[in-house]
Every structure is written in structure tokens, then in C-alpha cells.
């Protein structure tokens, strides 16, 4: 299926440099799996939002709602001109949509004890399945590293907290590199400090997923590498850095 033209619902800003976008669910995008994404297309400034032939500019971007809601959900980083006009986007404001796509997807069947490790708007794909098992009242075991520089830079803290609360499967560490806060860890994700924190024999039995950018999920993957974890339970989604337009 091609670009499908849909609607803004809502757009606002969840931290100093990250905005969440809620946009009516296209046909197409009724169904799909946590921890994949859809392609975001937008027109040039002045052209007819109408015609989807006009919708030439688009970026991916991962869920980060549960399937099958009215609504899909990305969490986007202002960082170059797409999301600038992106975060200018009102609702009822006409957007192209594509997908879904990936295969970065949770299996609830086989992934029983899932580690992953969050960096910045990584986090979007992980709140996607959250969100699912929580729905669905599953019995598999979450535990998250999710890392950020400072407390305001903590995307979906409120959302995050509401699911821990939800769920008693899930188990949060935050994890700071620039900022000391009381209520939350400080330092980089090592192995000492994972060691410390997981349990249930989880570098045995669990499977590990990463999502970041690209120092960061190489570094996550040597660290688990270098723990004896088998490269065939770690799960990656390299958020590298994309064209600034």
C-alpha cells in the first residue's frame, strides 16, 4: 500500500526537545506489531494537502502506541528542518503515513524475560510494548535501562511511571550521564552497575533488546557481548543520525 493521507490529533511537547504526536490510525495501520515503525511524510510548504502525490518528504518513525487503538503515537526529536515543521503541525493538520515496517518487534511468546536499554527518544519503540502487555495482561517480565542526560530530557517519565505502577512485571532504571539526581541513578550503563540491578538469572534466559542511537547501541552490545550473552538474544534498532531536511 502507498502513502495514506491522515490527521493530526494532537502535537505537543513532552520534554525541552521532544514532542508527541498523536495521529488518526489510517486503514492500513490497524494492525501492527510492537516495536515497529511507519514512514512520516509531509508536503512542501503551500501545496495541496489533499493530493498524495504532493507527499514527497518523509522520515521513519516508531510507534510508540500499542496496536490496534484508534490513534498511533510517535515521539519525535526536534533536531533538523523535517520535525522543525513537524512541531508546527496543529491538529486536523493533514499528514502522510506509510507502513508499518521492521522487524525490532516483541514476540510475547518466546521473549518470556526481555531486558532493554533506552537511550533518549529510543524509548519510543520499548513504550509501544509496554503498553501492549500491559493491555493484554501478559505475564512476561520487563526490566529497563533507559538513559538520558538529565532528568528534563527523560521522555515519557509520567507514562512510564503510570505503566510501572499498572504493571508489576515491569521494572524501571533511570540513568543520568550530566545531571546528579537524588531519586535517580547517575553514570553510564556498565556492566557492574547491570549486574547489580538484574535478576531472575536474566543473562541466561533473557532476551535483550537496544534502542538508541549509534554509539550507544554499540556500546550496549559489546557490554552484553563481553557478559557471555549470545549475539542471537540481543535485538537492535540503530536510531543513527538522519539528514538534516
Known amino acids: 500500500m502507498g502513502v495514506e493521507i491522515s490527521e493530526v490529533i494532537s502535537n505537543e511537547q513532552n520534554t525541552p526537545g521532544v514532542w508527541v504526536m498523536r495521529i488518526r490510525t489510517p486503514p492500513s495501520l490497524k494492525t501492527f506489531k510492537a516495536g515497529q515503525f511507519a514512514n512520516v511524510y509531509l ?3 503551500g501545496a495541496d494537502q489533499n ?6 518528504y518523509a522520515r521513519p518513525f516508531s510507534f510508540a502506541s500499542a496496536p490496534n487503538n484508534g490513534h498511533i503515537e ?4 526536534v533536531a533538523g528542518r523535517f520535525t522543525q515543521r513537524l512541531k508546527t503541525l496543529k491538529p486536523k493538520d493533514k499528514i502522510g ?10 514476540d510475547e511468546n518466546a521473549d518470556k524475560d526481555v531486558v532493554m536499554f533506552a537511550a533518549g527518544i529510543g524509548i519510543a519503540p520499548f513504550l509501544s510494548t509496554l503498553h501492549y502487555a500491559t493491555e493484554k495482561n501478559l505475564s512476561n517480565y520487563f526490566t529497563l535501562f533507559y ?5 528534563d530530557e527523560i521522555a515519557y517519565y509520567a507514562e512510564l511511571e503510570k505503566l510501572k505502577a499498572e504493571n508489576p512485571n515491569i521494572k524501571i532504571f533511570y540513568t543520568l550521564t550530566q545531571e546528579e539526581v537524588a531519586s535517580l541513578d547517575y553514570g553510564r550503563i556498565n556492566l557492574e552497575y547491570l549486574q547489580a540491578s538484574i535478576v531472575r538469572g536474566q543473562f541466561v534466559t533473557s532476551v535483550f533488546y537496544i534502542c538508541g ?4 547501541v554499540g556500546a550496549m ?12 538474544r540481543i535485538k537492535k534498532e540503530d536510531f543513527g543520525k538522519l539528514p538534516d531536511n
Open 97 to 106: 503515513i506509510k507502513g508499518p515496517y521492521g522487524v525490532f518487534t516483541f
Open 43 to 45: 508536503c512542501p510548504e
Open 213 to 216: 542511537g549509534h554509539e550507544f
Open 51 to 56: 493530493n498524495v502525490a504532493n507527499y514527497i
Open 221 to 232: 552490545t559489546t557490554m552484553l557481548l563481553a557478559a557471555g550473552v549470545d549475539a542471537k
Open 147 to 151: 538513559s538520558n542526560k538529565t532528568r
Open 74 to 77: 510517535i515521539g519525535y526529536k
